[in-house]
């Protein structure tokens, strides 16, 4: 399975990519670590960052700009399914 649609069966990844966004500036105020993406986990009590950080790093996401680069760059690819889940639409 796509590690993306595996993320997105854990989190919503619109949602984190918003957050990564605004928090990083898209890669500008990256430490090269994951902090961001951890604080986002914490609204997500049901989500286990041993479990999403390998997916995210299978995404070749190794810190919080790279989730910005690798995995955000890919939301458009998410099934209709993944977006009812959420709620939001793709635009279309
Ligand atoms: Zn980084």
New binding site residues.
């Given amino acids: 399975m796509d590690p993306l649609l595996q993320l997105a069966e854990i989190l919503d990844p619109v949602a984190l990519c918003d957050y990564i966004g605004k928090k990083?500036r898209y890669?500008k105020k990256?430490?090269?670590?994951f902090k961001h993406a951890q604080a986002f986990l914490k609204e997500y009590p049901s989500a286990d960052w041993d479990q999403v950080r390998p997916l995210l790093e299978s995404l070749g996401a190794?810190?919080?700009?790279?989730i910005g680069f690798n995995v955000c760059t890919r939301t458009d690819e998410l099934p209709e399914e993944v977006e009812e889940r959420y709620g939001y639409t793709s635009g279309s």
């Fill in positions: 990083t890669g990256c430490d090269h670590s190794h810190c919080d700009c790279e």
